[in-house]
T-cell receptor, first 109, second 112 residues
Framework: GIQVEQSPPDLILQEGANSTLRCNFS?????LQWFHQNPWGQLINLFY???GTKQNGRLSATTVATERYSLLYISSSQTTDSGVYFC???????????FGGGTRLMVKP | KAGVTQTPRYLIKTRGQQVTLSCSPI?????VSWYQQTPGQGLQFLFE???????NKGNFPGRFSGRQFSNSRSEMNVSTLELGDSALYLC???????????FGPGTRLTVT
């Protein structure tokens, strides 16, 4: 069936370190989004990236649609980057986002 | 432009009761989707409404229902609440022809 898998499930970094979060999806997608869930539960849009590469400050993302994966890069991590990161895919067959299980990131000072 | 808003933000209900949650999309957005987030099941799609019509429904029992009004505001209703319905309920909107979804702050429902 349609699946979205994220790795690693948990990640602990020292402030200033870089990290790469991975998202694998099982079928062709119309949409691939990365979110950061804040402590109050809201999903904050990071990237809308069905293909290609985008950068926003210390964050960048790459989606290789033909190989069915996306990567989120966080450089020079800060404690405020802590939280849960989700990727979600909108598959060609439907209109609903299918979410991965998330990566819980903790950045230590 | 104002973001997606949801009311109420927090809610405590008793088993067997019913609850109605509200979502107002970004101005001009006609598609509204609802998602449930629990620690055990993660984020799961409930349903999507577009122009007052339900277009898709996730794998949830009939106790979960929704509707959309002519101004695109949407409500979801859960009847005969169970303890397992305790969750964060998130609403998202997207523009016509667009694929990017924008989420509201959520309603945290606790069933006791």
């Amino acid at each position: 069936g349609i699946q979205v898998e994220q790795s690693p499930p948990d990640l602990i970094l020292q402030e200033g370190a870089n990290s790469t979060l991975r998202c694998n999806f099982s079928d062709s997608v119309n949409n691939l989004q990365w979110f950061h869930q804040n402590p109050w539960g809201q999903l904050i849009n990071l990237f809308y990236i069905p293909s290609g590469t985008k950068q926003n400050g210390r964050l960048s993302a790459t989606t290789v649609a033909t190989e069915r994966y996306s990567l989120l890069y966080i450089s020079s991590s800060q404690t405020t980057d802590s939280g849960v990161y989700f990727c979600a895919a909108l598959f060609n067959a439907g209109n609903m986002l299918t979410f991965g299980g998330g990566t819980r990131l903790m950045v230590k000072p | 432009k104002a973001g997606v808003t949801q009311t109420p933000r927090y809610l405590i209900k008793t088993r067997g009761q019913q609850v109605t949650l509200s979502c107002s999309p970004i101005s001009g957005h006609r598609s509204v989707s609802w998602y449930q987030q629990t620690p055990g099941q993660g984020l799961q799609f409930l349903f999507e409404y577009f122009s007052e019509t339900q277009r898709n429904k996730g794998n949830f029992p009939g106790r979960f229902s929704g509707r959309q009004f002519s101004n695109s505001r949407s409500e979801m209703n859960v009847s005969t609440l169970e303890l397992g319905d305790s969750a964060l309920y998130l609403c998202a909107s997207r523009s016509t022809g667009g694929n990017e979804q924008y989420f509201g702050p959520g309603t945290r429902l606790t069933v006791t």
